[in-house]
């Protein structure tokens, strides 16, 4: 699903601190029994999921490139005891802020696929979903 009508979004993503003049386009990713909305804005992106919690935001610039060996502890042992499929080399993280919310979103990729997991400040794994694209 994809909109760029800023009102087809659910009541309490309406109601998140976000500049409807600056809005572009949603798309929406379902992930077994989930969704993530996913906000385009004119400034950066901001991930929301169908239970209305802050995945990521990078608006207002207020992020930070994590490398893999930087990772907080709790991040590390998640990943250890449930690898990302091989195929899957490519790595890349941020820490946000978005308003009073911290975290980190963790991708892992490919040329056609992406593993996108978002963990809170203390390290617990609070989403996870797959992307896949066709081969260029």
Known sequence: FISTDFDDLPSDILKLPVSRDSFQSVTVTEEGNGAVFQLQFKDGILEVSDKLGVLYSDL????????RNDLPAQITEWIAGNPPPAALSGFSCRRFRFGDQEGYRLIFQND????HLFFDISGKLRYQYFTASAPV
């Open 60 to 67: 207002s610039n207020n992020t930070t490139d994590i490398a």
């Open 112 to 115: 056609t696929q992406k593993m």
